[in-house]
Nanobody, 120 residues
Framework: QVQLVESGGGLVRPGGSLTLSCTASGSIFRIIAMGWYRQVPGKQRELVAT???????NYADSVKGRFTISRDNAKNTVYLQMNSLKPEDTAVYYC??????????????WGQGTQVTVSS
């Protein structure tokens, strides 16, 4: 089993910054990719950013130039630095980890979610 623990959400004013972090632990053989998704009530969960084992990154158009994803492989931790936050960034943010738990079996794992609210 793989467990994800997220932290860093909260309330911030427009134009402000927040950093989210997510640490994976448990029966991890190898992490393939890590990422962040977000969801608002009544809408589908959407990709925010991902980073693979080679440090290649992918961002939603809506956050390019404002958000930065990074990972610390030694700590199995992924970060999301969010700058120039807008009210439309308000959502529950979920950490995602795709990992092998042995040589052949992999799965997607999700964090519990952390609320980010951007409001004056």
């Amino acid at each position: 089993q793989v467990q994800l623990v997220e932290s860093g959400g909260g309330l911030v004013r427009p134009g402000g910054s927040l950093t989210l972090s997510c640490t994976a632990s448990g029966s991890i053989f190898r992490i393939i990719a890590m990422g962040w998704y977000r969801q608002v009530p009544g809408k589908q969960r959407e990709l925010v950013a991902t980073i693979n084992s080679g440090q290649a990154t992918n961002y939603a158009d809506s956050v390019k130039g404002r958000f930065t994803i990074s990972r610390d492989n030694a700590k199995n931790t992924v970060y999301l630095q969010m700058n120039s936050l807008k009210p439309e960034d308000t959502a529950v943010y979920y950490c995602n980890v795709r990992a092998y738990t042995d040589v052949v079996a992999w799965n997607d794992y999700w964090g519990q979610g952390t609320q980010v609210t951007v409001s004056s």
